[in-house]
């Protein structure tokens, strides 16, 4: 009888170890609970859940659970920031930019990824500050150009510039996608090919370097630019970008990386307390960080915050030089109290890409330790999503997620797994 009973415990025990496995770990502010994989706090960052081709929101991935956000930054007013600052560049050097004095303002474009909604963006935002933009659907065709020398490539259009009483066209000579071999985007090797390409053949026609990101901008300063002095404009702030300025680099953008990284950690260090949403955003939490009104933006029905953007250039630069440091009224250490250590599992969709391995990256470290989250960073491909997903075998090991999608459209390739 006694044996019997040993037996009954036993199983007891071993079945309610596996009903915790298949659920997963405990979540919240002194709770013991088990929460479910599925009911975990999950951020998407940096790529939002999205169709590639139209740009189109998914919100099926965005609504997963109650728990589910997106954190990146304002896309089309960074687009406009980026627009704008080659725009004022190139009508406050104009007696100067024109090398070959043809009357023409030759640009050329490096474009990231053809559908990825911040690519797109920029594209547009160039485009449309310059005047070149033709549009298509309603919005402003983000198409690569390929080689354009004349001027009649069906994408793009040649505009009219009036500066001082003498008016110049403005052309965009060359854009394309910078995509390897392999199939990774955003490819800066790639952006460097391409100058010297376009270089070899447009020569001096060359006046300004557009591109949407500091990994392939720099790629080019360095490959060509920076010897042949044409202003060179990126976009993310990257120290490297933002040094360089003082050598010649036109300008960059930053996204406010701070803010951002600051969001991907502290919405799922929120949800684990059972905190109300906005604390530590909005309002101030028990020990003071929030953040400025005017550095984000929270869109309910996107359920997305995003992180407004500001020209670097050489006015301001040097304010830039570290793009790592933590956002100032949002650096305080929170209590292990009322915020016990908790597991995060943290993609990066390529473990190459400049900006989040060398500015996000971190700046995630650093903010994960001020909110007692233990993260485990996971580096993929850039290339297949497989890569990463494969690396998601057990996420009852863990708390809550945040994942950088190689592919906007992959929402569900990680919400499946968090469903079984």
């Not at 000579?173 to 090919?193: F, H, I, V």
Request: charged share 20%; aromatic share 8%.
């Amino acid at each position: 009888m006694k044996k019997q009973k040993a037996l009954g415990a036993l199983t007891l025990v071993l079945g309610a170890s596996l009903l915790l496995a298949a659920c997963g770990s405990s979540s919240g502010s002194g709770s013991d609970k088990t929460v479910a994989n599925k009911d975990k706090p999950v951020v998407f960052y940096n790529r939002q859940p999205s169709n590639s081709s139209n740009g189109k929101l998914d919100m099926t991935t965005l609504k997963f659970n109650k728990d589910t956000y997106y954190v990146g930054f304002d896309a089309k007013q960074g687009a406009e920031v980026q627009g704008k600052m080659i725009k004022d560049y190139i009508t406050k050097n104009i007696s100067s930019i024109d090398r070959n004095n043809d009357g023409v303002i030759g640009y050329v474009l490096a474009i990231g990824d053809v559908g990825h909604n911040d690519s797109i963006a920029r594209t547009r935002g160039v485009r449309e500050a310059l005047g070149t933009g033709v549009k298509k659907g309603g919005d402003i065709n983000s198409a690569p150009a390929g080689m354009n020398t004349d001027g009649k490539a069906s994408v793009v259009k040649d505009s009219k510039l009036t500066v001082g009483g003498k008016t110049y066209t403005i052309r965009e000579l060359a854009s394309q996608e910078m995509k390897n071999n392999s199939g990774a985007t955003w490819d800066a090797a790639t952006a460097g090919n391409a100058i010297g390409t376009w270089s070899s053949s447009l020569g001096n026609k060359i006046d300004v370097i557009a591109s949407n990101n500091d990994g392939m901008g720099m790629a080019m300063f360095n490959a060509w630019s920076k010897k042949n002095k044409v202003p060179t404009f990126g976009y993310d702030a990257n120290s490297d970008a933002v040094a360089a300025i003082s050598e010649g680099y036109g300008g960059t953008v930053s996204q406010h990386a701070d803010v951002q990284a600051y969001l991907t950690l502290r919405v799922l260090r929120n949800a684990l307390d059972g905190a109300k949403k906005g604390t530590g955003i909005e309002t101030k939490d028990k020990v003071g960080n929030v953040l400025a009104k005017d550095t984000y933006a929270y869109r309910a029905n996107e359920r997305s915050y995003y992180a407004m953007n500001v020209p670097v250039t050489a006015d301001n630069y040097k304010d830039f030089m570290n793009p790592t440091k933590t956002y100032p009224d949002a650096s305080k250490q929170l209590s292990t109290k009322t915020s016990p250590e908790k597991k995060v599992w943290l993609d990066i969709y390529n473990s190459s890409d400049n900006f989040l391995g060398s500015t996000y990256q971190p700046l995630l470290k650093k903010y994960a330790k001020l909110m007692n989250l233990k993260v485990e960073f996971i580096g993929g491909d850039g290339q297949t999503e497989s890569n990463i997903t494969n690396r998601l075998g057990n996420p009852s090991q863990y708390d809550a997620f945040a994942i950088n999608m190689v592919k906007t459209d992959n929402g569900s390739s990680y919400t499946s797994i968090l469903s079984r």
